[in-house]
């Protein structure tokens, strides 16, 4: 049986575990941030150590599997996972917070089962993914950039074709465009402009360039 001692540490590790993970989604304001993936990490624990409580009762007496309740653990997290992943327009979101919620899942159980050795080395690699690599895939892999690029102005004739040669002149794609009236004042418009980009060195001069069209008022990257 699992001693009280053994089942504090258990828990204790799930949310030391699943926190420092969280807290790196958290800095980067992701809605599943640092108490959701601490939560998610905790149950899961908790899950595993309620399995291993039933087969220590029940062992002897009848067939009892361990793994069985754990098990769907692996397949219901994905429907958390599924609820931070947004489409928009051109550009898609969350898929490495939902990664990351199914891997903190997956940490759950291994410190529920006492599997110490494995949920410390997965932590430590999963950080090394989330906060080292996003560096080095921004330099030297990613090649595409999507962005959404919003225009506030008058919404005059010809400003589109404007804002298009300046796009082009930095090898910018048009991917889907979108216009409202603004709050503000209804005599003025914001044009959404989905794009995709090689590389984002040149976000600054694009606004500059882009606000130096007539009757734009303002241009800001969302």
Sequence with gaps: MITDKELILRLVA???????????REAHGRAAGLRTHILVCLGSTLIMLTSIHIY???KGVAAVDPARIAAQVVSGIGFLGAGTILRFRASVRGLTTAASLWAVAGLGLAVGSGFYKAAFLTTFLSL??????TGLEKTWIRRDWYRILEIEGAGKLGQLEAIRKILGDYEVEIKDFD???CKDDKEKTIMSISLKLLTNKYDGDILRDVVKVEGIDGARWK
């Design 128 to 133: 090394i993914a989330l906060v080292f690599l």
């Design 14 to 24: 799930a949310v030391v575990l699943g926190g420092l993970i969280g807290l790196e």
């Design 179 to 181: 216009f409202a009236r």
């Design 56 to 58: 220590e009762m029940y």
